[in-house]
């Protein structure tokens, strides 16, 4: 099945931006729709974006003008551009398939201080 790995996390204070990467490797990011997932302390891992193998984008309400996902096939890498973080968006972020998901990376900390 292949791997993922994410990264590009760090800490960053209310308002700020970052971006993490996810890079895929063996066939897991051909022609499906990939998502980044959430998971904050004491809380259910959750989709917050998700773009389709022809390039649609979907984005739960508490991210939608913050967030963009964009992926690059020739590199197999998906992108979540995170612009104005706030606090409550700290979490593990993750990507995989949004069906048939594949073995979960370690993913990335992303930490909104106040």
């Known amino acids: 099945q292949g791997q993922l790995v994410e990264s590009g996390g760090g800490l960053v204070q209310d308002g700020g931006s970052l971006r993490p990467s996810c890079a895929a490797s063996g066939s897991i990011f051909s022609l499906v729709a990939m998502g980044w997932y959430r998971q904050a302390p004491g809380k259910q891992r959750e989709l917050v974006a998700s773009i389709s193998s022809g390039g649609s984008t979907d984005y739960v309400d508490s991210v939608k003008g913050r967030f963009t996902i964009s992926r690059d096939k020739a590199k197999k890498t998906v992108y979540l551009q995170m612009n104005s973080l706030r606090p409550e968006d700290t979490a593990v972020y993750y990507c995989?398939?949004?069906?048939?998901?594949?073995?979960w990376g370690q993913g990335t900390q992303v930490t909104v201080s106040s």
């Open positions: 995989n398939r949004v069906t048939r998901a594949v073995s």
